[in-house]
């Protein structure tokens, strides 16, 4: 594309945000990407890999509105339990009802600030994408197409199938930590992570000031979270991940990680 282009496509694209952070909180603004970046965060290959097929699909059971740029919902799941600890929008995300180790109330969302009372997905490794699909679109579930595609189900839909890990073979039988080679992954952190991260894992922080979230707090607070965006990337950033790399190098990074500073 001619440089002249593509800054008239920029010029209209920087209006289109204006209008929209004009409209919207603080707190909904998105990041605004240039041309590039927007069809790599929110765009499709046209001849997709497995490898980024079933990434996208985490990323949409990750948080669907960003991993696919629509708009957030205004209200809570209606099938969401009573007794559900999660509430409003967030409660529209897959991992709200399912859980980051995707094992429900089987897994970390048995207790706590997220407990569900839902089953986990695990069951439903293997079974037929059509079936998860049509599922998805039931009443209970609710997915219309103007929040998800149907191209864009069946991307969930085979992470479902065939994207899964299964966190309990991933663990130290006696600490419950995951397993990983911090050596291996001081080297793959270095040469990939750290360009947009740091060295030391403070140059971004999701918290606050007083109350930081570097990749050192996350990992060792959450660590299947962040091996799920390891895996598949965090949703709606120009964010790479590890999804074409062997499931060892993924837990390399997170074990590495777990030695970086929390604070
Ligand atoms: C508001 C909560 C909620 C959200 C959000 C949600 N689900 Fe579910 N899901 C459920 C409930 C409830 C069931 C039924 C569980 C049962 O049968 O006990 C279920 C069942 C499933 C099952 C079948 C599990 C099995 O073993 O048969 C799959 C797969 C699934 N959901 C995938 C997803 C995906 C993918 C998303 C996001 C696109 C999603 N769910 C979002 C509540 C939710
Ligand atoms: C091209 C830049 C880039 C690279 C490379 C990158 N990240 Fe990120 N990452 C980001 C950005 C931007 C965010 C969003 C931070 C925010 O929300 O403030 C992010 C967010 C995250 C988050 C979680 C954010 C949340 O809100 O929960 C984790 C965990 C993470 N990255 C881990 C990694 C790991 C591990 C690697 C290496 C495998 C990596 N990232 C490589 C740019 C990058």
């Not at 097929?53 to 209200?75: C, E, M, Q, V």
């Not at 994408?129 to 039931?138: N, V, Y």
């Not at 663990?171 to 001081?186: F, L, M």
Request: aromatic fraction near 8%; charge should be positive; glycine fraction near 10%.
């Amino acid at each position: 594309m001619k440089p002249i282009f593509r800054a008239a496509l920029a010029a209209i694209a920087c209006a289109c945000m204006a209008q929209f952070s004009g409209s919207a909180s603080a707190q909904d603004a998105k990041p605004k990407h240039d041309e590039e970046a927007q069809s790599f965060v929110h765009g499709a290959p046209t001849d997709p890999s497995e490898a980024w097929t079933l990434a996208a699909g985490g990323r949409i059971y990750d948080n669907w509105w960003d991993a696919l740029d629509r708009k957030k919902p205004a209200s809570g799941h209606p099938s969401y339990p009573a007794d559900g600890k999660g509430s409003g929008p967030n409660t529209w995300r897959c991992k709200e009802c399912h859980g980051w180790d995707y094992k429900g109330r089987q897994g970390e969302y048995a207790k706590g600030d997220h407990y569900s009372g839902i089953k986990g997905i695990r069951g439903a490794q293997g079974r037929d994408p059509a079936r998860i699909m049509a599922m998805l679109r039931a009443p209970l579930h609710g997915y219309t197409q103007e929040m998800i595609k149907d191209d864009e189900l069946r991307r969930v839909a085979l992470f479902v199938t065939k994207g899964q890990h299964d966190v309990d073979r991933l663990k130290d039988k006696k600490t419950g930590n995951p397993v990983g080679s911090s050596a291996r992954g001081r080297a793959l952190y270095q040469t990939t992570c750290a360009a947009c991260h740091g060295f030391d894992g403070k140059l971004l922080n999701w918290g606050s000031k007083d109350d930081p979230a570097f990749i050192g707090t996350d990992s060792n607070k959450f660590p299947w979270e962040v091996l799920h965006k390891i895996r598949n990337s965090h949703t709606g950033i120009a964010m790479i991940n590890f999804r074409a790399l062997p499931m060892e190098d993924a837990l390399a990074v997170l074990a590495y990680s777990r030695t970086l500073p929390r604070k």
